[in-house]
């Protein structure tokens, strides 16, 4: 058992706030997966506490027509999303140690419509009108990780055109070389620009919006 008795009593009693259903979707395989199997027991845990979450289960190989639908490209991975709405809020790798609560934020946020970003963010988010894709490393024992990972997931809530992944460093390490991770949080922005750390989320904002300048320079030259 991931949860002992008294963690599941504190998240059933931050669930009771809970209003419309939220969907989790699951996507491992039996074989060839690390983490596959602790990420699934962790969510299917998670999912007994509130009669508002459902889990969906699906395999990363055979079920081919959801993991296009998600757009998975790795796993194990985790969708939180409503049943009529994906909000591009992914988690890639086991959600476990300080990154068990963004999990239960994004959970509440996605039920209950609401986030904490400033309304000088949101003013900033409504000037994307292209798409973003934010990947957030971390690891499980990094306590700043999950406030970076839970401002890139609160930014896809309010854009639909921001996709934002949580990425375990050491679960993928070909990626953490790819975008040279060397501490975490470190946050990749459309591939190119990153920063570390985790930044209020006005300066956050501001970077997603240099990426973009960055990128219409570069095909501007």
């Known amino acids: 058992m991931f ?3 008294q963690a599941q009593n504190e998240i059933k009693k931050r669930f009771a706030n809970l209003v419309n259903p939220v969907k989790i979707i699951n996507f491992t395989q039996s074989l060839e997966c690390q983490y596959c199997k602790e990420t699934r027991q962790v969510l299917e845990e998670l999912s007994t506490l509130s009669d508002k979450i459902t889990l969906e289960v699906y395999n990363f190989v055979s079920d ?3 993991v296009d639908f998600y757009n998975i490209d790795k796993i194990p991975a985790t969708v939180i999303a ?5 909000y591009g809020i992914r988690y890639y790798g086991i959600p476990s140690g300080y990154e068990f609560a963004s999990l239960l934020e994004d959970i509440e946020m996605v039920s209950t419509g609401k986030h904490d970003l400033s309304d000088e963010t949101v003013e900033k988010l409504k000037l994307i009108s292209e798409p973003v894709h934010i990947q957030v490393f971390v690891t499980p024992t990094c306590p ?25 460093a050491t679960e993928f390490p070909h990626l953490s070389m790819k975008y040279n991770v060397r501490g975490v949080p470190r946050v990749v922005i459309n591939e190119t620009h ?3 750390g985790a ?13 973009l300048g960055e990128k219409q320079s570069s095909l501007i030259n």
Do not use: W
Not at 82 to 86: E, R, V
């Open 144 to 168: 700043y990780c999950p406030r970076a990972v839970y401002t890139g997931h609160q930014f896809a809530f309010v854009n639909e055109n921001i996709k934002a992944d949580m990425v375990e």
């Open 199 to 211: 930044l209020p989320d006005e300066m956050y904002a501001d970077e997603v919006l240099k990426a």
């Open 64 to 66: 081919k027509d959801k």
């Open 82 to 86: 409503s049943p009529d709405k994906d």
């Open 3 to 5: 949860l002992d008795q």
């Open 194 to 196: 990153h920063f570390e």
